[in-house]
């Protein structure tokens, strides 16, 4: 049984989910690889070809299985490559934050991050916000009592 | 008649102009000065431009172009000439050398991390500093990716060394601690490097860039560090590479004496296979650097190491073996030595020529350090003074110093900054006690008794300076003093001893010395040398060294039979410049050598100078400015396991025959400066790609429809069956692609293979691969988990091939820098990475095995470089989670839509005239629909150009539909059907690509069949509507003149309403676009393109609204149940749909709920 909430209050490297959009973020993640910029191990990507393509069955999913955080990597909503993916994206985030709230787990675990192309400075900025916003989390008691179980 | 055609300028219009002739199916070779594809239209080499958003989204275009079938791409080439007639051209293209090979280097940036020279960063300029080798361009994925080295020719340190080392070289190894391969640099062009890094007079320190920011490069001293601390295997495999090529016959070259000159004569005739025998009159062998120097400058097991590495070599020194009374020249030809090499050396002091010289005390300074060096008996008086300032008279002095004389004098008829000897040399002289008179000049050496008491020195001043700026010394009147002295060692220059010759005079000038022609050290007689002091005395030993070099090179030949001059010359090379002012160069100390203690010297010969340690020579050698650059220290051939690195590579001429050729207007070559004429070419045939203010693409297009139609009508033999013409010319590479199909059959028991790439070593040295590897051995599925080097490559794809038959997979995921198996290239995509995945996924069907790619390169081991451990743990997760995403892949295969070669043009103004003039010149079945009867234009020359177009297209037969409107649009992606009404007529046509001329809305132009009550289906309509037509953009994957749906082309907008060029081109420009369609005959479907599965769809229409392409629609798939259908032709394959069917009836190839939540799974338990 992993716990989520046990790695909370300890000094833990955070196992972090990555949904990427396949154009602008992906490619800042390309390019941070490329100018080898680091960041940490704990994050682990997975490419799709838009955003849009997320609903809340598997951002939910990401959470069950034990992630301690979800990035949402995508573009500015006005520069989606398929013209409105960004907007269906930010619904789902809407829509996955309250599900989250309901579960008892903290809504800052889940992010949207959205980078204009050619700017993975400003990514992997974020990025690191975000990771540290989840290594080191405002100890909550009634949180603490909550937990996750993945099914390994 | 080669049916090809050439592009010239590879900057993204022309990029554009050959995508769209090799889309239609026509050769083309891609020309670019730079090494590179450029994205921006002017080439500025800015790094910053590349980042920005517009260029990124073009770079998949540069991808395609590099990868295209049809595209031959020639980068850092220019055209240097052109001949013939349009339809005929012959061009001679020049290939600059980038020193690596392009079809070899897999960019996996190792030479990078080896190459040594790191250049400069151009002060006030944003590029940053990078190494010699690298990629053409910086930060970014270039296309070719291919690395390249920055040559700038010779640097001014080799360019002053007589004996030619490549001084850069050595310096750059060092700085990276490589002492061997620096020594081995070293001694590739001179033996004696221990000697050398002591007494070397170092010419090249004098000509170093840096001293003329602060102090040159100790140059010297750390060729000094690298003799004495290479290792010594080095040094052995060096001896043993030798031995093994010197011939084992009777030696036929004798060389007379051993000192730098001869046995560096005799190392390098063995290097070249010559036995040789060395006569040496001394009893022991190194001339001058055994005999002439004191051992407190260079210790005899020094220069004893040297000798013996020479030795070493097979090569026989007869020491105490004078050439001369009992063995003569003619001798030495008898029995049977086929060339002679004299290099004496010259041991015969200059005599001073004054009273006195005869006393008993004065001797001579070479027979001073010789009696030394021989261990003879010496007398030396209390009070000594040696005449002369040059290295000998030092080196006697601070002899003289260490025998606890009381006083030892230096005098020289010279100032201070005149003598020959190093200034350190003086210092530490006068470290030593040794005191100094300068300007002084010896009259007569006073005796008593037969024995040296003092001599008497008369002062002297400096002259004017003379034509060659040499100042001569003038004697003062009346300043003559004595000097008590009781020992005068006169140290005033050497010259050869020529006693051997027996009087013969024949190879001498005045008996002084031999006399040889310059370049191939020949004397008058055939098949003798000479060389060092003996032929041109007084050079430093580097010059000796260089001429045994030279001497050896032309003996080869003598005895070889070759011309002994042939590209030898004795012009000096130009070194390169390095301009100071446009670089920052930080002032850093130059590394003081440590000496011994001024202490601890008197009374013993301990070696003074104590040389370099490790850090402070790798301090020093980090001071080199690379003034060329690349210093060819070869660390890229040794790091490069394939072999690509050409550091030989010359200039290459390509021979092209094209019936077209298209040039980039702002391309700076000479060559159209003939050619060009403002905006037009001289030559018809030759078309000038302009680039439009915005930077938008049609221009490009346009000149690529202007030669589609240019090639079918010099093809058109047979004017009856002009299509069958065109489609001879235009090979059918559609082939190739449609290979690439995904696998069709589902296997029953999945067998899965893992390989895992190494990339030269730049994923291996974070990630331990050995371990991944083994982590998944045996593993579940898993029958086959293999490390492989560079998966891009030809044979590594072989490997895999191989393997996977031989194992029965069924799936292999290939973890290297790819990360899809798709056919799209977005612009986070590289070349290697479509050179990998296009190698891997040609066989995917003939084998039916499914590939899957991880990318763990830029997604893991270069991101994650200090955490090694975590990155590798998470190399296992990257790849777990692609063998899931494999594993639950459906099976699908790869889908085109076959369309109706046939285009219907809507609006008859110039663009649309234009384009249907353009595509029906091709032979491709064409419509024109329009407003009004005939062409009206209120402007007269709009009016001209539009009738002249008209008279055009009529006479190639294309059907005019005058008077007609369309009435709605209808159908699927690549079979529309459309509704035209023609003086109340209705007409129907089905249609595979439809062009709309908006020029036909404004009020100059009057004709226009779009009307407002026109139906279209609302994905044409929203490209149609917007007031800015924003399609003609860059929108829709940057395609000029199109839209998001297949087929759908746009031209007269913006600037084409009042200005006739920009009207034709754009119509032009569509009309490229529709020929590509025409020509490939089929739309492919996006990969990732939605299924439904229709047993789960209940109807309720959520696709059809989320939908941002029209794509997906309810029908009715039985009487009055309603299911989804996808039109995979407008599909774009985003994905949006799937997420949300509350059903879980659509489904997305490749990113499958399973999919996704089988990759999440594999990463986060």
Redesign the interface.
């Known amino acids: 049984m992993t716990k989520l909430d046990e790695y909370i209050t300890t000094d833990f490297e955070p196992r972090i989910v990555g949904f990427v959009c396949n154009w602008s973020a992906y490619s800042g993640v390309e390019m941070a690889g490329i100018n080898k910029m680091e960041y940490p191990a704990g994050i682990n990507l997975i490419r799709l070809m838009c955003l849009g393509r997320l609903n809340i069955g598997l951002i939910l999913k990401a959470f069950e299985l034990g992630a301690d955080g979800v990035m949402l990597l995508g573009c500015p909503p006005d520069d989606c490559h398929y013209e409105c993916g960004g907007a269906k994206a930010q619904e789902v985030l809407a829509q996955a934050k309250g599900v989250l709230n309901l579960l008892g787990i903290d809504q800052n675990r889940l992010a949207l991050i959205e980078v204009p192309l050619g700017r993975e400075d400003l990514l992997l900025r974020q990025v690191s916000t975000f990771v540290k916003r989840i290594g080191k989390p405002k100890p909550n008691s009634r949180r603490r009592k909550a937990k996750v179980a993945s099914p390994v | 008649m080669s049916g090809e055609a050439l592009v010239i300028g590879g900057d993204i219009h022309g990029v554009q102009t050959a995508l769209d002739l090799a889309d239609s199916g026509i050769k083309v070779t891609l020309v670019e000065p730079s090494p590179a594809l450029q994205v921006n239209g002017v080439n500025p080499g800015k790094s910053w431009w590349h ?3 517009e260029s ?2 073009l770079i998949p275009k540069l991808l395609k172009a590099s990868s295209h079938p049809n595209i031959k791409v020639l980068t850092s080439a220019s055209v240097s000439r052109i001949k013939g007639n349009r339809g005929d051209y012959r061009v001679n293209v020049v290939q600059q050398p980038r020193y690596v090979n392009v079809d070899t280097c897999t960019s996996c940036a190792r030479c990078e991390r080896e190459c040594p020279v790191n250049v400069i960063p151009l002060s006030g300029k944003t590029a940053d500093g990078h190494k010699a080798i690298h990629r053409p361009d910086f ?3 270039s296309a070719p990716s291919t690395y390249m080295i920055d040559k700038r020719g010779i640097p001014p340190c080799t360019a002053a060394c007589p004996a030619g080392i490549n001084v850069q070289g050595y310096v750059a190894l060092i700085s990276k601690g490589k002492i061997d391969e620096a020594l081995d640099m070293i001694t590739d062009a001179v033996a004696f490097p221990r000697v050398l890094g002591r007494i070397c007079t170092h010419p090249c320190e004098d000509a170093c860039t840096r001293s003329q920011v602060d102090k040159a490069v100790s140059i010297c001293a750390l060729k000094r560090y690298a003799a004495d601390n290479s290792s010594p295997r080095a040094s052995l495999k060096r001896t043993h590479e030798t031995n093994n090529h010197v011939e084992s016959t009777h030696p036929r070259v004798a060389i007379i004496g051993a000192g730098p000159a001869g046995l560096t004569a005799a190392r390098d005739l063995a290097r070249m296979g010559h036995r040789s025998t060395v006569f040496e009159a001394l009893p022991a062998p190194g001339g001058m650097i055994t005999f002439g120097m004191p051992r407190f400058r260079l210790p005899r097991e020094v220069r004893q190491a040297d000798i013996n590495d020479i030795v070493r070599l097979g090569i026989e020194i007869r020491t105490s073996t004078p050439i001369g009374k009992d063995l003569t020249i003619p001798e030495l030809q008898q029995q049977g030595y086929e060339a002679i090499l004299i290099a004496v050396g010259a041991h015969r002091n200059q005599r001073l020529g004054i009273p006195g010289e005869g006393l008993e005390g004065v001797i001579n300074s070479i027979a001073f350090l010789q009696a030394f060096n021989l261990k003879q008996p010496v007398t030396v008086g209390k009070k000594v003074v040696v005449i002369g300032g040059g290295y000998t008279g030092i080196d006697s002095a601070r002899t003289a110093v260490r025998l606890h004389c009381e006083r030892v004098l230096v005098v020289d008829r010279y100032s201070k900054g005149m003598l020959t000897a190093n200034p350190d040399e003086i210092t530490e002289a006068e470290e030593e006690g040794v005191e100094f008179d300068y300007l002084v000049a010896p009259i007569r050496i006073v005796g008593q008794y037969g024995r040296v008491a003092g001599i008497e020195f008369r002062r002297m001043r400096l002259g004017r300076p003379d034509y060659y700026g040499r100042r001569h010394t003038i004697p003062i009147e009346g300043t003559e003093f004595l000097v008590e002295a009781d020992t005068v060692v006169v140290a005033t220059g050497q010259r050869p001893g020529l006693a051997f010759l027996m009087g013969d005079t024949t190879l001498t000038e005045g008996g002084k010395h031999i006399v040889v022609d310059p370049l191939t050290l020949a004397t008058k007689i055939p098949g003798i040398f000479a060389a060092g002091d003996a032929a041109r005395p007084g050079a430093p030993m580097i010059n000796a060294i260089a001429e045994g070099r030279q001497a050896a090179i032309s003996i080869d030949r003598y005895l070889r039979g070759d011309d002994p001059a042939a590209n030898r010359s004795l012009d000096k090379v130009k070194p390169v410049e390095v301009n100071l002012d446009e670089v920052y160069i930080p002032p850093t100390e130059r590394q003081p050598l440590p000496c011994l203690k001024y202490e601890f010297r008197i009374g013993n010969f301990e070696e003074v100078e104590l040389g370099y340690n490790a850090g402070t020579a790798i301090k020093e050698a980090e001071r080199c400015l690379n003034c060329a650059t690349c210093s060819e220290c070869m660390e890229c051939e040794r790091a490069c396991e394939l072999g690509a690195v050409e550091h030989n590579m010359t200039p290459t001429q390509v021979q092209l025959e094209v019936d077209a050729i298209a040039v980039r207007e702002n391309l700076d070559t000479q060559l159209w400066e003939s050619e060009v004429i403002g905006s037009s070419t001289r030559r018809s045939g030759i078309y000038l790609i302009p680039s439009s203010p915005d930077g938008e693409l049609y221009p490009a297009s346009a000149v690529a429809s202007r030669i589609m139609v240019d090639l079918t009508k010099r093809h058109a033999v047979d004017k009856e069956k002009p299509r069958v013409v065109r489609e001879a010319i235009r090979t059918d590479f559609v082939e190739a692609g449609e290979a690439r199909s995904q696998r069709a059959v589902s296997p029953e028991e999945p067998r899965a293979g893992i390989f895992v790439c190494d990339c030269g070593g730049s994923i291996g040295e974070v990630i331990d691969l050995p371990n991944v590897v083994a982590y998944y051995q045996g593993k579940g599925n898993i029958v086959l988990s293999r490390q492989v080097e560079y998966a891009c490559t030809d044979e590594a794809d072989n490997e895999i091939f191989d393997l996977a038959r031989e194992h029965g997979l069924t799936h292999v995921v290939l973890a290297a820098c790819s ?2 198996n798709l056919d799209q290239i ?3 995509c590289s070349d290697r990475r479509v050179k990998c995945k296009s190698n891997l996924l040609s066989t995917q069907l003939r084998d039916n095995i499914y590939y899957e790619f991880v ?1 763990i ?4 081991a ?6 090694s451990e ?2 590798t ?2 190399a296992k ?2 790849i777990g ?1 692609g063998l899931a995403r494999a594993l639950e892949s459906q099976p699908s295969s790869r889908k085109s839509i076959n369309i109706e070669r046939s285009t219907l043009v809507v609006g008859g103004g110039l663009s649309g005239l234009r384009a249907a003039a353009d595509l029906a010149s091709q032979g491709f079945q064409t419509t024109l629909i329009r407003k009004y009867g005939s062409y009206g234009e209120p402007e007269k020359e709009f009016e001209s150009a539009g009738n002249k177009l008209e008279k055009e297209l009529l006479s190639q037969g294309t059907t005019v539909l005058s008077n007609a409107e369309l009435l709605n649009i209808a159908g699927q992606a690549g079979r529309y059907r459309a509704s035209v009404s023609q003086n109340g007529q209705l007409r129907q046509f089905t249609i595979g690509a439809i062009i709309f001329d908006l020029s036909g809305g404004t009020n100059n132009h009057p004709d226009s069949s779009l009307t407002k009550n026109t139906e279209l289906p609302p994905f044409i309509f929203k490209t149609i509507d917007d007031g800015n037509h924003p399609l003609l953009k860059w929108e829709s994957g940057m395609e000029p003149a199109s839209s998001q749906p297949p087929g759908v082309f746009l031209c007269g907008t913006g600037q084409a309403a009042d200005n006739i060029t920009e009207a034709l081109m754009q119509g032009a420009a569509a009309a490229s676009k529709a020929a590509v369609l025409m020509s490939r005959g089929t739309i492919e479907v996006a990969q ?1 393109c939605a299924s439904v599965d229709q047993s789960r769809c209940r109807g309720c229409g959520t696709c059809e609204t ?1 939908c ?2 029209g794509a997906i629609a309810l029908t009715e798939r039985i009487p009055a149940i309603m299911c989804a259908q996808v039109d995979e032709g407008l599909c ?5 749909c ?3 069917c509350p059903s879980g009836a659509l489904s ?1 190839n490749g ?1 499958s ?1 399973r999919q ?2 089988a ?3 594999a ?3």
């Not at chain 2, 390169?857 to 893991?860: A, Q, V």
């Not at chain 2, 270069?862 to 955490?867: A, D, L, M, P």
């Open positions: 980042n920005q958003p990124l989204r930060g970014i994925k990360c899809c977005c612009f986070s990318n390169r830029e997604h893991c270069w991101v994650h470089g200090h955490q975590a990155a743990a998470k997760k990257l989670a990732t989320v941002g392409f774009q394959g985003c994905g949006l799937v997420a949300h997305q990113y709920d996704i939540s990759s999440l799974k990463i986060l338990t």
